[in-house]
């Protein structure tokens, strides 16, 4: 029977972009219980953003101050014992209390950012600097515009968006995070990245172009309670 979920937040304006790396240069960085899910050879890191809204816990209204964020995300896909999902290496916002409130007990590695992410007629610009305190303050300015309706989406596409799960490994132990939501209706993009430093822990620099990138308008999000993963 499947539990009740815990959180619920919309997520508007989502750009993803993803590059194709050797396994070699992101196996090392990810917990050695989780194997790297592969397509075409490749390890796959993203770059996912968007705006949150409407965060809140089940059955109570929305966090003030919570409410409302900007995120950055960098993750690569990963499965554990058959089952595929996600692993995030980072987690930027710019709600301090919602960067608190996730990474308490260092449960996912959020941390805080100066961002904005604003539309100028069919083109959006998004600006991220990380201010963390102890952190390396990676950087995204990218601007961006679909030129697409909605597509088909093919297998790598599928494959790259359709994740319903996420582990992490906080002081040592694994936990899953199962996540619910209809499936994304994508648009490809066309933009200019003028600077990414994201995802500075990998011995390679991202090309500064958008790679495989795609849009989508908005979507509802269900988080269910952790889970821990027995060994």
């Not at 964020?69 to 690569?76: A, G, W």
């Not at 619910?180 to 994201?198: E, F, I």
Request: hydrophobic fraction near 40%; proline fraction near 8%.
């Amino acid at each position: 029977m499947e539990k009740p979920w815990i959180m619920t937040q919309e997520w508007h304006h989502v750009l993803f972009m993803h590059w194709a790396l050797a396994p070699q240069l992101v196996k090392p960085n990810i917990p050695d219980e989780l194997q790297l899910d592969l397509y075409g050879g490749h390890a796959w890191i993203s770059v996912v953003l968007f705006k949150a809204k409407g965060t809140r816990p089940r059955l109570l209204p929305p966090i003030p101050g919570a409410r409302t964020y900007l995120e950055l995300n960098v993750r690569t896909y990963v499965k554990y014992k058959g089952k595929s999902g996600v692993f995030f290496f980072s987690l930027d916002a710019d709600s301090p209390l919602a960067v608190k409130t996730a990474s308490t007990g260092n449960f996912l590695p959020y941390r805080h950012a100066k961002m904005s992410f604003k539309r100028y007629r069919e083109t959006w610009r998004f600006k991220s600097k990380r201010t963390h305190k102890g952190s390396f303050p990676e950087i995204l300015d990218l601007s961006f515009r679909t030129i697409s309706p909605p597509i088909a989406k093919s297998g790598l596409e599928n494959w790259l968006t359709e994740r319903y799960c996420l582990w992490t490994k906080p002081k040592d132990q694994l936990f899953r995070v199962d996540i619910k939501h209809s499936p994304w209706q994508l648009a490809y993009v066309k933009g200019t990245v003028y600077r990414n430093t994201m995802a500075s822990f990998l011995p390679v620099t991202f090309p500064q172009e958008l790679a495989i990138a795609h849009y989508s308008e908005m979507k509802k999000v269900r988080f269910f309670p952790p889970v821990l993963e027995l060994h």
